[in-house]
């Protein structure tokens, strides 16, 4: 196999695809890489070999659309394959079915997309309690229900999603808990106005929740969940506009899975282990590496395009992966400045509206300051490596500053996840506890291996008998 390439493209969702697309087409040698056995990110999720059809719905078609415009490219594609490497030099690592691979580019394009966030409470750990995300997964790859009585908790429009996806398969959605008040809804429809076409999606959404009858409880969040013998014992309590859990009448829910997610934050492993620009913006979803209006990040071959770069959506990270394609193709010398901006206008103009769309989505997840205050001390905050509020609490009154040293001091972000699940909260907890912005507690640094990979897969197969060991000394 040759390692050497024009482009390599992290992740095959919308943007991804995209973007490797584009740059194929102008000639350059391109390699996606994804760890999903197929092109379609999340929202365009295909289902696994040997499974029927996921059915007729605009998602199925616009992946199996997207999966074709990949099909018929030049791009080199390598699912199921983990990176866990990105040296300076651009070099990418990855571990695959027939194990170590890399490649050397001249231009690397992020399009890792996002990562579940979920601000904890007394339970969030027990089993059948789980995120938006992976109940999106099951339904979707699997066509398999979270439960057969779920609570859908959390903010968002993951939750209508997930709510009417479980009713669809044939379970039942005991109520549906949105941290977010109706008002902030209302605040959001002259942008989501912008796309018609989703904002009535959105609407048959909610009419298929009604007439299934599933409550809605509006400005409410999960309390505390509880195992009840075989099932689980949800309460909800409601939340100011701070989603700060207030006192107030308190429902339980009898439920045998929980499903909860408090929003999305960008995927931004890469660009801070290669030490780009990143800037923050609650809106957007956190910490976002910061770009141009082509996509380059401030490390140098390095571009960045679709929700990693702030919430936006699916239909923004069409038309923002497009743009970064052509950008490369540009940069690289494969497309001159007068087609570059024939074809890039379009983009250009279909990204400003589908992300006035999406950045309204990212506003209503977006995580409020003091959200995190009524956490509880002994509540689980990483639960890679079992560490709770108090031991954060404690560690910022010892001394620490920044998320780095909180990690140094508590292990937390040292787990599997390396802070992808609990990071964003955790800085939370410290700057609440430090009484700073968040801004000055930063983030964790990003450093290699990004995922969890075996000694076995990175050495591969190996016999004794080629290690080099010295002959035996003659007697």
Request: glycine share 12%; hydrophobic share 45%; net charge neutral.
């Amino acid at each position: 196999m040759d390692n050497e390439v024009d482009v390599v493209v992290l992740g095959a969702g919308p943007a991804g695809v995209n973007a490797a697309v584009a740059a194929a087409r102008h000639g350059l040698k391109v390699v996606l890489v994804d760890q999903n056995h197929d092109a379609g990110g999340q929202v365009f999720r295909p289902m696994p070999p040997g499974f029927a059809s996921s059915g007729n719905s605009p998602a199925t078609h616009e992946g199996d659309e997207l999966r074709r415009h990949l099909a018929h490219s030049r791009v080199l594609a390598f699912f199921n394959h983990t990176v866990w490497n990105v040296s300076t030099g651009l070099r990418v690592d990855a571990v695959g079915p027939d194990g170590p691979v890399h490649w050397q580019c001249r231009a690397l394009v992020l399009a890792s997309g996002t990562t579940e966030r979920v601000v904890p409470f007394p339970g969030w750990t027990l089993p059948k309690v789980m995120g938006l995300a992976a109940a999106t997964i099951l339904l979707k790859s699997q066509k398999m229900l979270p439960g057969a009585n779920t609570l859908v908790a959390g903010c968002g429009p993951l939750l209508a999603a997930v709510a009417v996806g479980i009713v669809e398969g044939g379970g039942k959605v005991a109520a549906l808990a949105d941290a977010a008040p109706r008002s902030a809804w209302l605040q959001a429809s002259p942008a989501m106005a912008s796309r018609p076409d989703l904002m009535w999606q959105g609407a048959k959404w909610l009419a298929r929740i009604k007439s299934a009858g599933i409550p809605i409880f509006s400005a409410h969040a999960i309390e505390k969940v509880e195992a009840a013998g075989r099932g689980l014992r949800a309460t909800l309590a409601p939340v100011d506009g701070d989603r700060r859990i207030i006192q107030g009448e308190r429902r339980v829910v009898h439920v045998d899975a929980v499903v909860v997610g408090n929003g999305l934050v960008p995927g931004t492993d890469v660009s801070r282990l290669l030490r780009a620009e990143h800037t923050f913006d609650r809106k957007l979803g956190g910490w976002v590496v910061v770009t141009d209006e082509r996509c380059r990040t401030s490390f140098a071959g390095l571009y960045a395009a679709g929700d990693g770069c702030g919430i936006s959506g699916a239909a923004a990270a069409v038309h923002h992966g497009l743009l970064a394609g052509l950008s490369v193709a540009h940069d690289l010398g494969a497309l001159d400045k007068n087609a570059f901006e024939r074809e890039a206008g379009p983009a250009q103009r279909s990204l400003g509206k589908a992300g006035k769309f999406g950045r309204a989505m990212g506003a209503l997840m977006a995580l409020p300051a003091r959200q995190v205050e009524t956490i509880a001390p002994d509540t689980v905050v990483c639960r890679c490596e079992d560490v709770t509020r108090a031991e954060i609490d404690a560690a910022v009154a010892g001394g620490a500053r920044d998320m780095n040293q909180l990690k140094a001091w508590t292990r937390c972000g040292m787990g599997p996840c390396q802070g992808r699940s609990c990071g964003d909260v955790a800085a939370e907890l410290a700057a609440l506890k430090a009484g700073c912005e968040r801004t000055e507690v930063g983030f964790f640094t990003g450093r290699a291996p990004l995922r969890p990979v075996s000694l076995e897969q990175l050495t591969g197969d190996y016999d004794y008998a080629d290690i080099p060991l010295p002959k035996a000394a003659p007697l």
